[in-house]
């Protein structure tokens, strides 16, 4: 059985805003990489992530970026260099000015500790677009004190 997931949610900003949030690091790190976040989304670039409650920058290889439409990313899972997962997320303009985010990944190892990582992502993405809303919608950060 492959393990894969996807989650999404509609944000109240019009998909360039939306999009925006993402792929600019001083944005991104407002409400989700809030140990910081080194480099533009850009097809072929590969930038940083860093995180507070789990600490340790790591590298974010960028497959595809499709201005205000797609972003395709790579990394290691459970910091093993022999495997990798890919992030598509995808951005959707609704009719009343709202922006659909839809994040789906895949390619972890079918075991136990592989299994156990898509999940802990799969929180880690919802989180990600909850934290995304109340921050765009609000200018409010989540994930200030959330896990520690």
């Keep these: 059985m492959e393990l894969k ?3 999404a949610g509609r944000i109240s ?15 991104l ?7 910081g976040a080194k480099g533009r989304l850009e097809t072929g670039a590969e930038v940083t992530w860093d995180f507070h409650d789990f600490p340790g920058a790591f590298p974010v290889l960028v497959q595809e970026v499709v201005p205000n439409q797609k972003i395709v990313l790579q990394w290691e899972a459970d910091q093993k260099a022999s495997t990798w997962t890919t992030v598509t997320m995808e ?10 985010v839809r994040i789906s990944e895949f390619g972890w190892p079918e075991t136990e500790d592989g299994l156990a ?5 799969c929180e880690g993405w919802t989180m990600m677009l909850c934290a995304m809303k ?3 919608e609000h200018g409010i950060n989540l994930r200030d004190g959330f896990y520690k």
């Design 5 to 7: 997931f996807t989650v």
């Design 13 to 27: 900003k019009p998909v360039a805003q939306v999009f925006d949030a993402v792929v600019e690091p001083d944005r």
């Design 29 to 35: 790190t407002q409400y989700f990489t809030t140990g």
């Design 91 to 100: 951005f959707s303009p609704l009719e009343d000015d709202r922006t659909l």
């Design 117 to 121: 990582s898509s999940f802990g992502n």
């Design 134 to 136: 109340a921050w765009l």
